[in-house]
């Protein structure tokens, strides 16, 4: 059974953005924390961006501070990171994930449920 789904990648040029959505089912929206990760070529999976479901505190890596936004809809299990001001950088493949704990979990990479992720390709 699918615990999360994300949608809404693709390719832009530089400087344009992209909004990803991800739909959350099951013991995966039980999370206290909602997060996304990217993974690059040849590079290690990082987390790019948090969120806690009750209250909405976001955290952001210092790579994306000011030009992504991470936010929620309880009603609809969903959870969305928009992506602006995209660079080349910026490629890779997006995963949403469920973390049962606080964000230095999200940052340790101590994920409960991943999705199947979606491509962002950003050409300069």
């Known amino acids: 059974q699918e615990m999360l789904a994300e949608s809404g990648g693709g390719s832009v040029q530089a400087g344009g953005s992209l909004r990803l959505s991800c739909v959350a089912s099951g013991y995966a929206y039980r999370s206290y924390c909602l997060g996304w990760f990217r993974q690059a070529v040849g590079k290690e999976r990082e987390g790019v961006a948090a969120?806690?479901?009750?209250?909405?505190?976001?955290f952001y890596d210092d790579s994306v501070e000011g030009r992504f936004t991470i936010s929620r809809d309880n009603a609809k299990r969903m959870v969305y990171l928009q992506m602006n001001n995209l660079q080349p950088e910026d490629t890779g493949m997006y995963y949403c994930?469920?973390?049962?704990?606080?964000?230095?979990?999200?940052?340790?990479?101590?994920?409960?449920?991943w999705g199947q992720g979606t491509q962002v390709t950003v050409s300069s």
């Open positions: 969120i806690y479901i009750n209250d909405g505190s976001t």
């Open positions: 994930a469920a973390i049962q704990g606080y964000f230095s979990d999200f940052e340790r990479g101590k994920v409960h449920y």
